[in-house]
């Protein structure tokens, strides 16, 4: 096998349009918001010079994935239609597609109806899926239609009730069983590229969090890259007794061990804060191999 063959089927790395991601080097994903409810950025863009500024900022400090979203997935938060999703999806990704043409774009969406259109559309990169097919049916056989990258989270119940007494026999154990059928469901289909999530703070208490955080390493056993949504969440700012606008130093802190323990996606708000993180924590392997 030539070295290029060798790097296509290494699974560190991920095919975005034509074009390898490779994921030996860890890597920062931007969050746009474009809800009204979001946690901690809900309303702030809504409008499109409100996202033209994020966007911006997003790229200039670095970001090797915008993530988009357009409903939000805060515990108690109400579902939004279809229509509406598409509608508050739509001029987002117009405004980086004619900025930044080249950047690789992921979606936050469980409906298969919406990968399909944003993709097909907006040429968008990867889908970023909560539910991990659970809210749609339709979902596995659509990406492997699609032939994108898939980020499959795993969430205890739904967001409306989610943390409501989350209960797991063994939280790491119960949540590589739960990825294992999800993998082979989707390898049947041809899917390759493939991405897990834990799930910080989807149907978990604080002690499931720290326990999950602590075994991340664990997902190893996948052999296949693995994305940790920390940022800003109540795991950290009820450790640390602040609001989520002032846990920025906490995400850090999480962020450091997430990247310790395997991780090598960061899905943050903080985009210079985490490829700060990220560079400190690869000079420090460079010279600890």
Do not use: W
Not at 5 to 30: A, E, P, Q, T, Y
Not at 163 to 190: A, E, M
């Amino acid at each position: 096998m030539s070295d290029r063959d060798k790097f296509l089927n290494n699974k560190r790395s991920i095919n975005c349009r034509g074009k390898l991601l490779n994921l030996h080097k860890k890597r920062v994903m931007g969050i746009l918001n474009v809800t009204s409810d979001s946690f901690f950025d809900g309303g702030k863009y809504l409008d499109c010079e409100g996202m033209t500024k994020r966007i911006d900022e997003i790229i200039s400090e670095g970001a090797d994935i915008i993530d988009v979203g357009a409903f939000s997935s805060r515990p108690g938060a109400k579902e939004i239609g279809e229509k509406t999703e598409r509608e508050m999806l739509i001029p987002a990704l117009n405004i980086i597609r004619k900025r930044y043409p080249d950047v690789i774009i992921s979606v936050d969406t469980y409906r298969s109806s919406i990968a399909d259109f944003v993709v097909k559309e907006f040429g968008v990169d990867i889908i970023n899926d909560i539910t991990s097919g659970d809210g749609d049916s339709n979902m596995f056989e659509t990406i492997a239609k699609l032939s994108v990258p898939y980020i499959m989270m795993h969430m205890q119940g739904i967001p409306a009730t989610m943390q409501n007494s989350p209960v797991y026999n063994n939280v790491s154990l119960d949540i590589i069983k739960y990825f294992t059928g999800k993998v082979d469901k989707l390898r049947y289909l041809g899917v390759s590229d493939i991405i897990i999530d834990p799930g910080f703070g989807f149907g978990k208490t604080l002690e499931h969090n720290y326990e999950l955080l602590s075994k991340l390493n664990s997902f190893a056993i996948f052999e296949l890259p693995i994305l940790v949504g920390l940022s800003r969440k109540s795991m950290i700012s009820k450790v640390i007794d602040v609001d989520a606008e002032n846990a920025l130093y906490g995400t850090v802190a999480a962020n450091i061990i997430a990247l310790q323990n395997g991780a090598d996606i960061l899905r943050v708000h903080d985009v210079k804060a985490a490829k700060d993180t990220v560079s400190i924590f690869e000079k420090y392997n460079s010279i600890n191999k």
